[in-house]
């Protein structure tokens, strides 16, 4: 498996995390 497409997911799941964060903000 290629470090890039491992890089590639880690920021997927950075970004899935900080729009779950904003849209629990914007419920509140």
């Keep these: ?3 890039v ?3 590639k ?3 997927v799941v950075k ?3 900080r729009i779950a ?3 629990s ?3 509140r």
Excluded: I
């Design 25 to 27: 903000g914007n419920l």
């Design 1 to 3: 498996k290629p470090s």
């Design 15 to 17: 970004e899935t995390a």
């Design 9 to 11: 997911g880690d920021t």
């Design 5 to 7: 497409s491992w890089v």
């Design 21 to 23: 964060v904003l849209d």
